[in-house]
């Protein structure tokens, strides 16, 4: 990398949790100066806007949950383990994180009337977690784990929106239960698979 590449990289680092738990709109750029220790010119020395920033972080946050998913699900045998071990990293890892929650979630509901290109961004990442998801149920059926019966593609769907139902009303609500029930039912039903 050089130099400007890894001071880019160093603003979107610093900037993505800020950006993550205050919003696009909540964030300034005081906030981002004051996190990369830049000044207003440092900044803007290597991006064209805090939009631009702001779409950078939400793919380095989408990208680290992404490999988090990956590294959860590696080394697990079966689709049953691999769907246990990805709701168990939704479960510890967004649910109540420091880092401000699901990125999906935050940028998502902010950008769905107010920035065309995020927007679009999220409905892309949205689509892959739930192809991701789709494939473990088939891969269970295909490997004689799970009923053929089962429209891999509606679970997925609805895992998918009760994951982020869970993780907003566990943030909102400052407890932890919520995300557990939803894990909890959302085993049990693949148990019956």
């Known amino acids: 990398m050089t130099k400007s590449e890894k001071t880019r990289q160093f603003i979107i680092e610093q900037s993505a949790t800020i950006i993550n738990r205050k ?20 900044i803007y020395g290597n991006f064209e806007s805090k939009e631009e920033i702001c779409v950078e972080a939400f793919d380095y946050l989408t990208g680290k949950v992404s490999s988090g998913l990956n590294a959860a699900i590696s080394g697990k045998a079966t689709a049953r383990e691999k769907l246990f071990a990805l709701l168990d990293y939704y479960r510890d890892r967004l649910a109540t994180s420091d880092a401000g929650g699901c990125p999906l979630l935050n940028f998502g509901t902010e950008a769905d009337d107010t920035n065309p290109d995020l927007k679009q961004r999220v409905a892309k990442a949205i689509k892959t977690s739930q192809q991701r998801m789709t494939k473990l149920v088939e891969e269970g059926q295909a490997n004689g784990e799970f009923n053929k019966n089962i429209d891999a593609g509606l679970f997925a769907v609805k895992m998918f929106a009760m994951i982020e139902g869970a993780i907003f009303t566990s943030r909102v609500t400052n407890s932890r239960a919520p995300m557990k029930t939803i894990v909890d039912v959302l085993k049990k039903e693949i148990e019956s698979f």
């Open 23 to 42: 919003g696009v709109a909540g964030t300034s750029i005081s906030d981002l100066m004051e996190a990369t220790k830049l000044a207003k010119g440092g």
